[in-house]
């Protein structure tokens, strides 16, 4: 399986606890990088969302961020601090005492004053629970999206790699063509000159360059590359970095076909091979 290392996840859970809101946002990177950033109530959790990230995502750079909502006032229930509300109280009637025309006791102005509504407690392995829960949730997201633009990358290359294969096979059907037209050159070029060669020199170098200018282990190993490309969009680890490998060595050689080409054909379907290789190389570089 072939995933891309780009996507966006956005995971929304609602509870009695509050609204958390994840959004997950992966580009291109060498190796995992993971970029956290949570609301104070919940940033002492960072090292377990690194946790379950680096579980399930093996390359990119991944910036994770937590919205958190807390519960709506109407949905909190309050306590009374009792013992605080009864000395408030007592030094109200001392005030009032003391006043000439004292006011009347306002409860609410005693409900404002700071500690005498008592909200619950906040119940921190709840929110851990949630916010990792519907980190799972938006985990599931992203790796699905990673994966359906995998797929995506994998038509797309498999397309180009049925292009190099079907040159390489057109450059091999017409090798022993252009070695023919090749040495009928090389002929004509040293007859010039064969009055000042040794007898049989001729020969000798007619074998000399065309062993030079033979292209059959470049065709192989680039036939051999193509298979393990293909053999590698199989697999169920990240395939990622084996990719760009391949793609360098596919490179490499489509380089020496076209430096040991003697003929003009093979030398364009070498100059063609090196755009498809490159073609796949972008796309490999978006591959976890």
Same mark, same amino acid.
């Given at each position: 399986?072939?995933?891309? +290392?780009?996507?966006? %996840? ?6 009695? @606890? ?11 990177? &060498? ?11 919940? =940033?002492? #959790? ?5 946790? /379950?990230?680096?579980?399930? /995502? ?6 994770? @961020? ?28 001392? !005030?009032?005492? /003391? %006043? ?11 409900? =404002? ?7 619950? %407690? ?20 992203? $790796? ?6 995998? @797929?995506?990358?994998?038509?797309? +290359?498999?397309? &180009?790699?049925?292009? #190099?294969? %079907?040159?390489?096979?057109? $450059? ?6 252009? +070695? ?20 049989? &020199? /001729? ?7 065309? *062993? ?10 680039? *036939?051999?590359? +193509? ?34 080409? $003697?003929?003009?054909? !093979? ?9 498809? #290789?490159?073609?796949? &190389?972008?796309?490999?570089?978006? #591959?976890?």
């Amino acid at each position: 399986m072939v995933y891309s +290392m780009t996507a966006f %996840a956005r995971q929304e859970v609602q509870s009695d @606890a509050g609204t958390f809101t994840w959004e997950l946002r992966s580009v291109n990177h &060498r190796y995992l990088d993971v970029s956290v950033r949570l609301p104070e109530e919940l =940033r002492f #959790i960072e090292s377990q969302v690194r946790t /379950l990230v680096s579980n399930r /995502l093996r390359r990119g750079k991944v910036d994770c @961020a937590l919205r958190y909502l807390s519960p709506s006032a109407a949905a909190i229930k309050f306590s009374l601090d009792e013992q605080l509300t009864r000395q408030l109280v007592h030094l109200c009637e001392e !005030i009032d005492a /003391l %006043a000439h025309h004292p006011a009347p006791l306002d409860s609410l102005e005693v409900l =404002r004053w700071p500690g005498v509504l008592k909200s619950p %407690a906040l119940d921190v392995e709840r929110l851990k629970t949630e916010a990792l829960s519907a980190l799972a949730g938006a985990l599931d997201e992203m $790796v699905e999206t990673r994966a359906a633009e995998g @797929a995506r990358l994998v038509v797309f +290359m498999t397309q &180009r790699c049925g292009e #190099i294969e %079907a040159i390489v096979e057109r $450059v091999r059907a017409q090798l022993p063509q252009a +070695m023919t037209r090749f040495r009928e050159r090389l002929h004509a070029r040293l007859e010039t000159v064969q009055a000042e060669l040794e007898p049989g &020199r /001729l020969e000798q170098e007619l074998v000399l360059f065309a *062993q030079r200018s033979d292209i059959t282990e470049e065709l192989d190993r680039l *036939q051999a590359h +193509m298979a393990e490309v293909r053999q590698v969009f199989q697999r169920e680890e990240p395939v990622g970095r084996r990719l760009d490998f391949l793609m360098q060595e596919l490179n490499r050689e489509a380089n020496t076909l076209a430096a040991k080409s $003697v003929d003009v054909a !093979i030398s364009q379907d070498a100059v063609e091979l090196k755009v498809l #290789i490159e073609q796949v &190389r972008e796309q490999v570089q978006n #591959i976890e």
